[in-house]
């Protein structure tokens, strides 16, 4: 008995998330040359995850395939076109389980069009059941604050008078909307 214990107890530990993607995917990916020479975890698995939503939405005797041709167009692809395919957008459809759900919101992003930022939120908050983490004013000011900063950095010449203007009409706009939201 002692001796089961002391096997048990000297297995290593698995620290972190569990692995997304198993060895003898990579080995196969790393064959074909789809990880390109990206060798961070998190890009391997968006790759994984890229190839799982290709996979799903390119199927050619689908007679949906050109609906899909805003995120992935593969006839660009093989005419040598510069990013003939929404990558990052791809990655996080991938994340979705259920391809019949994926297809949907595929579909859904096809037709917004939407900026990648957006279409991951969009796809991010599908996936997630529209569950989100309640805002608090810390992290609200601190967005802002950084807001400010890039718009400072874009525009220097900016004067801290122009930004308190702004700020005073951005108050005025929240007030109209909770005017609103009061009716």
């Known amino acids: 008995m002692s001796e089961a214990l ?16 198993d060895p003898s995917t990579e080995a196969v990916y ?7 020479g990206k060798y961070s975890q998190r890009a391997r698995v968006n790759t994984y995850y890229r ?17 899909f041709k805003w995120l992935a167009d593969l006839k660009a692809s093989n005419e ?6 929404r990558e990052t957008i791809l990655s996080e459809l991938g994340r979705i389980k259920d391809e019949g759900a994926m297809r949907a919101v595929a579909l859904r992003i096809c037709e917004l069009k939407p900026q990648t930022k957006e279409a991951v939120d969009i796809i991010c ?6 569950k989100s983490k309640p805002g608090d004013i810390e992290s609200l ?17 900016t004067q801290l008078s122009q930004i308190k203007d702004a700020l005073n009409d951005a108050y005025y706009a929240v ?3 909770e005017r609103e939201a009061l009716k």
Do not use: N, T
Not at 9 to 21: N, T, W
Not at 30 to 36: A, I, K, N, P
Not at 80 to 85: A, M, R, S, V
């Open 141 to 157: 000011r601190g967005e802002l604050c950084r807001c400010i900063d890039d718009y400072k950095r874009r525009h220097p010449d």
């Open 51 to 67: 190839q799982r939503a290709l996979s799903c939405l390119m199927v050619f005797d689908d007679p949906d395939a050109d609906a």
């Open 30 to 36: 790393e064959g074909m040359g789809l990880y390109d």
């Open 175 to 177: 007030e109209i909307l």
């Open 125 to 130: 908050r599908w996936r997630l059941g529209g």
């Open 80 to 85: 040598g076109k510069i990013k003939p395919w």
């Open 6 to 21: 002391s096997e048990k107890f000297s297995e290593k530990l698995q620290r972190g998330r569990p692995r997304v993607v």
